[in-house]
C-alpha cells in the first residue's frame, strides 16, 4: 500500500532495543541491556499504601482531567529539593511535568527544531535522544567525549562550524558511556555556550545515582535562561509511571506547556499523585541511599568479573555511578557480530551501533549491571569474555 507518510516517519528506525526484546522472553538469558532499573528497588509496599491513600481521600478528583503543568506539590517537592540538594532555584511553575523526561525531550524538539536545523550531541550518545532529533528531520553532528566530559576544543570548532540551535547533553553518568563532567568542565562549558549563545539541553536522570562523593551542580545552574533541565523519576523509582520532568525558562515554558497541551493535555494525575504522596510520607534519600548501595555493588561485580575475564586489550570507561559499564573491543572487532554469537550463549547487551549517528559495527559496547543478581552478572561476563578471546 502506498501510505504516502511523512518523511520524519521514515527517517526513524526501530531503535536495537526492539531487537534485543525478542530474545528476554527467555529467562535463561543474562541481560545487559536495556536500561530497566532493578525490579526489587520499586518501593512496592510504599507505593500501595500511596495508591490507597490518593483514592481514599482525593477519590474522584484524581480521576478528572487536570491542568497541563502537573501535579503543583509534585512540582514543589522537585524545585525544594533543587533548592536543597543543589542551591537552584527553579519555582514550580517553570517545571513542566512530562510523561517520562523522553516525552520532554520530543516536545523540546518540536518547539525548537526545523528541518536543516543543527543540534549537537556528545559521541556516543542516549540512543532514544537520537531517535527522538531524528524524526525533526535535523542534522545532528556529534562532539567527542573525553574521561572528565565533552572535548572542548572539538565543542568549539564544532559551534564556529555549525552553528547549532541546541545542544544535547548528559554530564551525569551519561547514558551509554557512564562518564561525568568536572566540575571545571561544567563551567568551562556554559562558559563557551553563554559566549556563542547555544540553548543547552541537559539531561539528568542518572544524578542521582552517585556512589561516591555526591550530587554534582547541573550545567543549567550556571546558564539560567539559556538552558533547559529535564530530570526523571523512572531510573529512581519507576519507570512506569512515567513521570519526568523539565525545567524551562518561562518563555519556552509557554511554548512547551503549549506542545504538551497539543500533545496529550497532560500526563496522568493520578500517578503523579500517587508518587507526590509517596514522597511526603517517605524518605526520599533513605530510598536512594538504599539504591544506591544496591548498584555500587552490582557494578563493583561486574569490573571484578570483567578484570578476572576480558583481554587487557578490552578498554573500560571509568564511572561512578549509574546503571552502565561502556566498552570498547580492540580496533577493527564488531560489537554486532558479538552480540549475535552471545545470543547464542544466551547472554545479550546493546552494541555501540545505536548510540552513534550513522555508525555501523561500532567496536564499542554497553553493559547494564542494574538487573542481575551476583552469580548471573559473573557467569555473563564469563561468557563474553570467552567469546571475545576465541576472535582477538
Ligand atoms: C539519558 C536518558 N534520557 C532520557 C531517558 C528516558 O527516561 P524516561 O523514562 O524519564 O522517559 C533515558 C532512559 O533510559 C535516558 O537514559
Known sequence: MDYRFARRATLTQD????????????KEVISFSGGFPNPLTFPLTELQVSAQKVF???GSSVLQYATTNG????????????????????PADQILITSGSQQALDYIGKVFLEPGDTILIEEPSYLG????????????????????????????????HHNPKLIYLIPSFQNPSGISYSQDKRKAVAKMLDKHNVILIEDDPYNELYYKGSVQQPISSYLKDKSLLLGSFSKTISPG???????ASIE?????????????????SLDQRILVNYLIDNDYDEHLNALRTRYALQ???MLDAIARYFPKEVKVYPSSGGMFVWLELPEGMSSVKLFYEAVK???VFVPGDPFYVNKKHANSLRLSFANETAERITEGIRRLGNLIQQSI
Open 252 to 268: 519556552v515554558y509557554k511554548k512547551l506547556f503549549t506542545a504538551k497541551e497539543a500533545s496529550d493535555l497532560h500526563s496522568s
Open 345 to 347: 550463549d544466551k547472554v
Open 15 to 26: 531503535s536495537f532495543i526492539t531487537e534485543i526484546f525478542k530474545y528476554l522472553q527467555d
Open 71 to 90: 501535579d503543583l506539590d509534585l512540582r514543589r517537592f522537585i524545585s525544594e529539593r533543587y533548592h536543597v540538594r543543589q542551591s537552584i532555584e527553579i
Open 56 to 58: 481514599l481521600n482525593e
Open 299 to 301: 557494578h563493583q561485580i
Open 129 to 160: 535522544a537520537i531517535q527522538t532529533f531524528t524524526s525533526y528531520e535535523v542534522d545532528i553532528q556529534t562532539v567527542k567525549l573525553e574521561e572528565d566530559g565533552i572535548d572542548l576544543i572539538d565543542l568549539e570548532a564544532k559551534i564556529i
Open 241 to 247: 509511571m512515567r513521570v519526568g520532568w523539565v525545567c
